[in-house]
Every structure is written in C-alpha cells, then in structure tokens.
T-cell receptor, first 114, second 112 residues
Framework: AQSVTQLGSHVSVSEGALVLLRCNYS??????LFWYVQYPNQGLQLLLK??????LVKGINGFEAEFKKSETSFHLTKPSAHMSDAAEYFC????????????FGTGTRLTIIP | SAVISQKPSRDICQRGTSLTIQCQVD?????MFWYRQQPGQSLTLIAT?????????ESGFVIDKFPISRPNLTFSTLTVSNMSPEDSSIYLC?????????FGDGTRLSIL
C-alpha cells in the first residue's frame, strides 16, 4: 500500500520569500511521485513528476522538488513566491507514471502575503 | 496533453435523484479514472474505467451507487445514484497512460 503525508495544511509566506511545502511518502515499490496544484474552481494541474530519472525535478512556474529516498521525502520548493502561487497543492504517489491510481496527500493551502 | 471536458461543471440536485457526469477527451486514451473530492478534503479514487471492460472500483465504492460507462476510448460517464447530502463533492475525471494523469475541471455537486 502507498500513502502520502503532507505536513502543514496551511502555509503562509510573504511575496518574494521561499516557498517550502513538505511531502513524505510510503511505498513498498519504487514510487512515482507528483505535485499537483488546484486553483479555485478548477481541476488539478500537474506541476512536476519524479520518475527515478533524476532526484532534483524542475517543474512549471519555477517550482522544483527533490526526491530523498533516505528521508522518504519529496518536498516542493520555489525560491521566490508570487501572488499567483496562492492555491491548494497536492502531493501524490503511484506505482506507475499514468496507469495506476494516484494516492493523494491531504493538501496544503498556500497563502501569499503581499 | 489531452483536453478533457466535463459536463456539467456544477449542479444542485434533490436528494434521492441521480446525476450523470460526462467526461469527453479530445484524443483516444486507454485509462480513465474517476475521483471524488469531498469539501475541504483530498481526492479519493472511485474507480478505474477501461474501454471494453467493467470498471474497477476502490474499497468503499460500489457499482450500484456509482455506475460507470466507458463506451469508447474518448468518453466515459459516472452516475451518482440516489443522492444524499453526503454525496456533495467535486467529481473529477482524469486520463492516464504513458503520461501522468491529467484532470478535467471537475463537476461541483451539491445535494439539497
């Protein structure tokens, strides 16, 4: 079985500050890991994915995440927050790139302070 | 990536009725998934829908409550049957395969 834990249901950062959203996973097989973003009244948009090709993954909108097997973590970061980054962020784990179910964390709501 | 259209985008329904949600994709896809997002919560997989076979349901979800059709490689429907207020959620379809799952905008359903 797979699971995801996202620490911090709400995170607030000042505009221009570092964004750090935490994700820890549990998986009995090599995991595929994903970060999705959900803006109000919209579906989920893929930010980035880890597929074992590289431990540091760069995504859209300046986000990146680092896979750390020893810590079973896949934290999401962005060097400088922008007002448009305010949204709900979900970390997810799967046994394949796109053919198996996604198991989601509980989400982190990111608020940007002007 | 595939463009996914979900209909309706939102609806308000009376308890005891049923609603069918449509998911249309602009290209042929093998895997389609249906998720539920209850208010303020994360997404939970309801079922996986492959063309030409019965949908595979996750624990806690049954076909009588959430019947799914997958008549071809570009279309699927999810019906929420005999609705109660607890069914008020966002229902999202996604498509998978060789790429990460890509989601539609969801159907926001409220039950009175």
């Amino acid at each position: 079985a797979q699971s995801v834990t996202q620490l911090g249901s709400h995170v607030s950062v000042s505009e221009g500050a570092l964004v750090l959203l935490r994700c820890n996973y549990s998986s009995s097989v090599p995991p595929y890991l994903f970060w999705y973003v959900q803006y109000p009244n919209q579906g989920l948009q893929l930010l980035l994915k880890y597929t074992s090709a590289a431990t540091l993954v760069k995504g859209i909108n300046g986000f990146e995440a680092e896979f750390k097997k020893s810590e079973t973590s896949f934290h999401l970061t962005k060097p400088s927050a922008h007002m448009s980054d305010a949204a709900e962020y979900f970390c997810a784990v799967s046994e394949s790139l796109g053919n198996e179910k996604l198991t989601f964390g509980t989400g982190t709501r990111l608020t940007i302070i002007p | 990536s595939a463009v996914i259209s979900q209909k309706p985008s939102r609806d308000i329904c009376q308890r005891g009725t049923s609603l069918t949600i449509q998911c249309q994709v602009d290209s042929q896809v093998t895997m389609m998934f249906w998720y539920r997002q209850q208010p303020g919560q994360s997404l939970t997989l309801i079922a996986t829908a492959n063309q030409g076979s019965e949908a595979t349901y996750e624990s806690g979800f049954v076909i009588d409550k959430f019947p799914i059709s997958r008549p071809n490689l570009t279309f699927s429907t999810l019906t929420v049957s005999n609705m109660s207020p607890e069914d008020s959620s966002i229902y999202l379809c996604s498509v998978g395969g060789e790429e990460p799952q890509h989601f539609g905008d969801g159907t926001r359903l409220s039950i009175l």
